[in-house]
């Protein structure tokens, strides 16, 4: 699965249960993308409109970073647990 932000636990858990990653892809670039996918298979859920919809795609070296994975870490609950540290020490 592809977005643009971190989703919560119970994503996380069913990650960790089907053995599926979540990549996070910059926001903005979807021109770029667009150059590396080589086929569609087909779409899902697209009664909730093209932005939403859930698209099968073929894509070939697609650049982006796994952020949550099989194994239940999550790269968004690292960061905002480090950053809360931060901001907690420049609130003292």
């Known amino acids: 699965m592809i977005g643009k932000g971190g989703m919560g ?13 979540y990549l ?9 993308y667009a ?4 086929g569609v298979d087909g779409v899902s859920l697209l009664d909730l409109g093209t932005p939403e919809a859930m698209w099968h795609l ?15 870490n999550s790269l968004h609950k690292d960061i905002e647990q480090e950053s809360g540290k931060h ?6």
């Open 9 to 21: 636990a119970k994503t996380l858990a069913a990650l960790k249960e089907h053995g599926a990653v």
């Open 35 to 38: 150059r590396t996918i080589t």
């Open 58 to 72: 073929q894509v070939k070296d697609f650049p982006a970073i796994v952020t949550m994975d099989a194994h239940g």
């Open 87 to 92: 901001l907690e020490a420049m609130t003292v």
């Open 24 to 32: 996070n892809a910059i926001g903005g670039a979807a021109q770029f």
